[in-house]
């Protein structure tokens, strides 16, 4: 939750109240002053939703305004975007921002006994327009980012994949940006036993598995350009093609590496977090020991299990976000947005 947010939460106090605190809920947030500076659009029917936006010289973020809130109206900061919000977008508010600028978003609702919280860093491009809705789903919260553009007369909304990565200055700073616990250097034995536990929890899905060969690539490829060629419906030189085909290619790879780098991230991230406990706890996670605890074991594996997902998730959409980004500049340098809606967009 932000600062702002807590300064002008409200109990039982009369809107009189709210005025007079001097709480200023068009947000902290500057608008940035660059001629080709880019605009994002907040829309939410959450209760009580701000964004607030982070970098290296911001730690403790900066709000944008406040939208959904029964004592306040919302904030009506504008960026002059040159496409209109959706229909059903009730509330939301614009942000001009430097382009180029690496932010950290975190995007917080609160409503009756819940808080939500979304974050992901964003990269906004030179005159890069772009909407973050966010919404409730499940028992949850999301946040679904798209790059806005106009192409013949119609507004596209391209979704734009988010990858929570933190700020690395900001380290230690605040709760939000928690610093590393460094652990003590381990004995042979803890160590020996951190090692058969973390190899213990590995299941089957987690492990590489090499099925594709080089003749299954290359007719996956083929397939994919073939399609790709008959969805654009005009003609291309053998140079787009050709890089066609290697981005294509570096995307297949690093979904491959994916796996493996979510693995090792799982092996290190456990056995920092064993290092932190005492040797008799260990003890009782030891498998097939006398000591062992079935039970805390399970529970432990779980817990584990369930950082592997999301670090794999936030790989996966790290190396679509990268594929992504070279599609879109291949396109861009080959003007294909020009002459299809469907071309590929940053």
Known sequence: MSNLFRRCMLSAGSLATLLLSGCSFNGSFPDASEPDAAKLRFISNNGNATLDLFDAEHCSGQTTGLLNNMFAANTRRRADMSMAAPEDAKAYLEVRLKPG???????NALSTGSVCTVRFNFTPQSNGEYEANFSHTGNGCQVLLSRLREIDGKAVRSPIALTDKGVPACAGVNPIFPKAVQTAPQSPERAKMIAQ???DSIIAKMKRTDDETPAMREASLDKLIGERRHRLGFSLPDSYWAEYRQN???????????????????????????????TATLKTLLPD????????????????????YRTQRELLKEA???????MAKLDQRFDVCKRFTGCWQN
């Open 101 to 107: 600028h690496e932010l950290y978003a975190q995007a």
């Open 197 to 199: 536990i973390v190899d």
């Open 248 to 278: 294509l290619n570096s995307f297949a790879n690093e979904m491959t590496q994916t796996k493996a780098r979510s693995l090792q991230l799982y092996k290190d991230y456990y056995s920092a977090q064993l290092g932190l406990v005492d």
């Open 289 to 308: 020991s006398e000591t062992a605890d079935r039970s805390r074991t399970m529970a432990t594996n779980n817990t584990m299990l369930e950082y592997y």
């Open 320 to 326: 679509l976000s990268n594929h992504q980004n070279r």
